[in-house]
């Protein structure tokens, strides 16, 4: 006889009262975007416009509001891509290499998980400005990419050992050497592990806020997550615009969430239940 289960009351309970929770505040943000600026003080705040608008889409698209997504998403692909590349290479000599220099690279590299960044902000700070990049775009990336590499590497050390080592064997045997096994074997098989750390390194890059209120100073170089502050200031009494840049800003991230969200979890636990 199949083994009867008693249904989960209270876990199912408490999972529904988590996700409204988080659907509310989000639509919130949503709903009052779409509020005119004049009815956003008497409508019922949880109840959709009844005249919807984009007008607060429009005032932040007229306010520089591409300048700073421009900003943002070069910092994001340009630390995105050299993190995973430079990560990707780091794992397979760690997997592959039995020196003990690799495994000593792997304790130093997982020490930087210790490091908070708040910590670190006024060595870097220096190192920016002696090396006269402070303002620019560069200074975002590179800070960005050092404390991206020890989850990183972890994450993709772990599935890469997953992969078989007769594959390495076969492929060796017929004369490939390193990097074409980087290329035709670990690269296609560690893909959901490399979609899971690009999701989740850009996502931290994108909403980074310390490294560009420090490290930079002018317009030009403004990301969205300063911009955003600086947004509170100029619309103090327009809401619906505030709320309208956020939900602009958090657009990109959502949708790289949404096409890469099978391969999520499978990356994040690759390796750790063994």
């Not at 932040?60 to 700073?68: A, D, I, K, P």
């Not at 509170?232 to 657009?251: H, I, N, R």
Request: glycine fraction near 6%.
């Amino acid at each position: 006889m199949a083994a009867r289960t008693r249904p989960n009351v209270v876990g199912g309970t408490l999972g529904w009262l988590w996700l409204v929770f988080v659907l509310v505040p989000i639509y919130y943000i949503v709903v009052t975007s779409l509020r005119d600026r004049s009815t956003f003080w008497t409508e019922n705040p949880l109840l959709p416009p009844a005249h919807p608008t984009l007008r607060a889409y429009g005032t932040v698209l007229e306010n520089r509001f591409m300048l700073y997504f421009g900003n943002s998403a070069i910092i994001t692909v340009a630390t995105t891509a050299i993190v995973v590349t430079i990560c990707l290479m780091a794992a397979y000599y760690i997997v592959r290499s039995r020196t003990r220099l690799a495994q000593r690279s792997f304790s130093l590299i997982l020490l930087g998980l210790a490091i908070p960044l708040q910590a670190t902000i006024i060595p870097v700070y220096y190192m920016i400005t002696r090396l006269h990049l402070y303002d620019t775009l560069l200074a975002l990336i590179l800070p960005s990419v050092a404390f991206a590499v020890p989850i990183t590497v972890l994450i993709l050390v772990n599935f890469v050992r997953d992969v078989p080592r007769e594959l390495f064997e076969s492929m060796r045997v017929d004369g490939a050497g390193d990097w074409r096994m980087l290329g035709q074997l670990v690269l296609p098989l560690a893909r959901p592990a490399i979609i899971t750390v690009a999701i989740y390194d850009a996502l931290n890059v994108w909403n980074g806020f310390l490294f560009p209120l420090v490290l930079t100073q002018s317009t030009a170089t403004r990301v969205l997550p300063l911009s955003l502050w600086t947004y509170q200031g100029e619309f103090q009494t327009d809401t619906p615009a505030v709320l309208a840049a956020v939900v602009l800003s958090a657009l990109p991230i959502v949708v790289a969430y949404v096409l890469g969200r099978r391969q999520l979890v499978s990356g994040l636990t690759a390796g750790f239940g063994k």
